[in-house]
Nanobody, 119 residues
Framework: QVQLVESGGGLVQPGGSLRLSCSVAGTGNMFSFSRMGWYRQAPGKQRELVGAGTNGGRTVYGDSVKGRATVSRDSAKNVLALQMINMKPEDSAVYYC???????????WGQGTQVTVSS
């Protein structure tokens, strides 16, 4: 079974930067997924897109993070990374990694990592 494990969350200063990692674990690798991306959910709000894309394709970013977020892949290490700059308090949320299986289009979600932007 393939799993996604996020890491790198915590407290970030307003205006600071963030780097999260999503590692593919278990019986698979990044090519087990046709699409991978990052999503986030703040308390009382719906889960929203941060950035997601297909293998070798273009990454689409959510409107609230455009110009501040970059999703990158390291296939050799089986890691999907998220970098964000100019962090704002409204970026505080639980950040999730998501993959869509290349075999049957089923979804796999990580457990999430909390990011809090505060001084």
């Amino acid at each position: 079974q393939v799993q996604l494990v996020e890491s790198g969350g915590g407290l970030v200063q307003p205006g600071g930067s963030l780097r999260l990692s999503c590692s593919v674990a278990g019986t698979g690798n990044m090519f087990s997924f046709s699409r991978m991306g990052w999503y986030r959910q703040a308390p009382g709000k719906q889960r929203e897109l941060v950035g997601a894309g297909t293998n070798g394709g273009r990454t689409v970013y959510g409107d609230s993070v455009k110009g501040r977020a970059t999703v990158s892949r390291d296939s050799a290490k089986n890691v999907l990374a998220l970098q964000m700059i100019n962090m704002k308090p409204e970026d505080s949320a639980v950040y999730y990694c998501r993959g869509v299986s290349a075999g049957d289009d089923s979804e796999v979600w990580g457990q999430g990592t909390q990011v809090t932007v505060s001084s």
